[in-house]
């Protein structure tokens, strides 16, 4: 990457490439100054009316972006009733305009993207078939993805002299086969180990249901955009609730599947690869309906994702029928640690009570797992096994400092910490008594699925949210979560441990 | 474990442990000392035809024994046409036989067994119908399963102080709720780390093809008694080869599946549990026919294996179909450093032009592929992690000392190697690498399975075993491979890597 610049540089480089990015946003696309001025990460607003009431978005536009969801737009674009590039123009205005209200994307593509919506309607026309399930779809990704030909900076300044990515991610790579488009990428926090996405390349990226509020992390750039309707389906990915927790702030739907699914190859990493940690980084997606996120999900392993992929499992698709049967429910209502806010335990509690009124049951479980806290600080330690601390590496060689969330999302306990390989035996050792803990609770109480708090808050003001101990759970005993904010805050189906070949089940509790 | 021995002890303490095996032999199934004068590790004599010429089988036991593969046996009982307690009574005294003649059992217990058939019979003329898919068929498993009531000592003098087992290992849970007879445990090395099955509890297990030759290991007891026909299956473990090695050096089927598909659950193992070592070793059939190795993981992936094993994967068991059209092979014919001896070369060679006859292609892969001597190396580190060196514990633990194919059984360059934090990230993704090589070659040249030695001899002569660089090839990439001895040496089918689902597949090349 060249030399390492001065303290003095890395602002200039951030800023040069923040420029950069602003200018692929036209002309004509920009909001006015008297909208812009109410827009700061201190501004007490709501933007979510703005992308309707700016003036920007034909009707056609406004439908486009608003009436469908993904599956929708496909199913249209493949009987020809309406046109990629006009979904895809469609998508790149209203993410335009969501750019200047929570700064969510990193990467703008939007000629490209048009000239590939182009290509996929004069597909269409002359074949008379789709390119694939995806066909003409406009779909946002997180900023680690690499897009041939588009950097990937993932928000450590001193990634700003990479060159443009030499090739395709896996999943995209997937997903361009299936006729997807891309136009944006979108933001992340620094280091991708905090809540709250904000670095020093890019800026922090706000909530749009209130200005002052976290979009959440780490893929909360998609969450801000989704939640503006700048994207019919974003993809995330996850290790401690990254997926997750933006769609809770925002208010969207997502779905955190189980390790080695969807192909995670071909990445732009924040650390060190080859971690011997058992909690594997998975991809997942965001989006408006759970329809959506079964179209991704079993797009993606309709699409033999292990031929381009050596780490994904080779399990076909598969549907779980829902059981005739009333379900069984296992409920955990939170950790003393974490006490749940009133909005939240009152959605917990909305949601148990239409199960049982539903003919459901609910077994409690508070008492009878693990501490939540401990098994957090066991995942923690598990990402903190690096003896070469690389993403503390990525973030001096360019002089930037630390965003301000960093600190609130580390364990004072574990200042210091350091694994050794002794430790590391014992830490598998606990982590396989705790998926004994869950698995002998799913088995003996005959649980379909675990009903629990994905946050012990709605979205909190910037820098504020600290631990994700509800999130990370699923992630150290890779199961799959669905994550409703709003219906209900967070539901693991009964898929028992390290399954791969759950789908999304979340029918079950739809 | 009480006190630790003193060193005159531990030769006290083996030999009235092995009494105590040796007596649970009825006096009436003992072989007459004219057939036991010649019996011994320097006797370069076959004993294959001792069970048919000793007189101490009736010709019905010689047929229940001989001309029954187990799913035939299980066929038979199931209809009432034979029943259980005939049958295990036959396979209790033929492996009453095989034991005198090769040194393969640990633990007998035939008056449980004997019990356990009748209750199968009563309950087969009571109820109408058998208790599950495996209905009164004797299974034999390696020492290290757990079955409550029985000891495992796995060889280590040090073990014998410990208690009979409070409970079953998972697997034989579930093979007990399908109707299995277990009889006996096979021998295996001690630390279960070579492939000469000889400790200093039970001793040495014998090649019955001939006495002076390795009967190889780990689980070699289960070969030697299969091959004297005195299991109709054996239940084996395998991280190097441990399943494939007995199998190639007696002259038996077998197969190892991919890691996590049986549960692993509840065994004793022979080291630190724990490890953050990606390779994980697995359970797997060796038997008389391919049905049989069917039979047995389509028995255990039907029984739901995730709800008593929180470490299975939840992945339901599916049959791939051969393809119609003529099949692709890569082809690896060894490596410089173990080269092929004259026989191994031959089989291979026959094996290759075999299917080249039937119009299938080949690929070569030599010069393509990472050293499969490295390789190796890589996956002995995996193997040394444990800082505690926890099987140097057992074994100092009574004073025994090591045995002598230990010492084969180790890279030099590896002597006094201690694994860091740091050197086991670059080991991970080393084996990323090599993963990607093999996928790549699979992917590239469409190839459906890998033929290629399991072995560059047949079996050897005791304790020159070395190590097994063909066999742990599979363990490192998580493929699975079943091995014909005799008939092609090693084939892995073409099971993108870490491929669960994969059944035996193996009928591609039967």
Known sequence: MGSIPQISDWKVLAASKREAV???????????????????????????????????????????TEDYDATALVEAMAKGEIKSYD????????????????????????????ARAKECDDYLEREGKTMGRL???????KDSFNIKGVQTTIGYVSFIAHPPAASNSNLVDLLFKQGAVFYVKTNIPQSMMTADSDNNVFGRTLNPNKLTLTAGGSTGGEGALLKLRGSPLGIATDIAGSIRIPSLCNGVLSFKPTASRIPFGGKVPPGRLGSPSPI??????????VRDLELFMKTAIDSDPWECDEHTLAVPWRRVEVPKRPLRFGLIRGDPKRPLHPPVERALHSAA???????????LLDEKIPSLWDTAILAWKFFLLDPKKTPVQYVNASGEPWVSSIKTASFSSLAGWEATMD????????????????????????????????????????????????????????????????????????????????????????
Not at 30 to 47: C, G, H, M
Not at 135 to 141: A, E, K, V, W
Not at 280 to 289: D, K, M
Not at 462 to 471: A, E, F, K, S, V
Request: with cysteine; aromatic share 6%.
């Open 280 to 289: 594997l980084p998975v991809i997942g997606p965001e989006g408006h309906s």
């Open 22 to 64: 602003a200018k692929k946003i036209p002309k004509q696309w920009r909001l006015s100054p008297s909208v812009l001025s109410n827009i700061s990460s201190t501004s007490p607003i709501s933007v979510l009316d703005i992308p309707r009431s700016c003036g920007l978005l034909s009707t056609q536009e406004l439908t486009l």
């Open 135 to 141: 066909h003409g779809l406009p779909i946002s990704l």
């Open 423 to 510: 430790e590391l035996f014992d830490m598998n050792v606990e982590r396989s008594k705790i998926l004994k803990v869950y698995h002998d609770l799913y088995v003996e109480n005959q649980l379909d699925a675990i009903l629990m708090p994905g946050y012990q808050a709605t979205a909190v003001p910037h820098d504020t949210y600290g631990l994700p101990i509800y999130t990370v759970l699923q992630n150290l005993l890779n199961v799959s979560a669905p994550s409703y904010s709003g219906k209900i805050p967070l539901i693991w189906p009964s898929v028992p441990f390290r399954n791969p070949a759950v789908p999304p089940g979340i029918e079950a509790v739809g």
């Open 87 to 114: 979904v895809t123009l469609a998508f790149c205005k209203r993410a335009a305009i969501a750019q200047q209200l929570v700064n969510c994307c990193t990467e703008i593509m939007f000629d490209e993207a048009l």
């Open 353 to 363: 009570t239409a199960l049982k009124e539903a003919g459901h049951s609910l077994v």
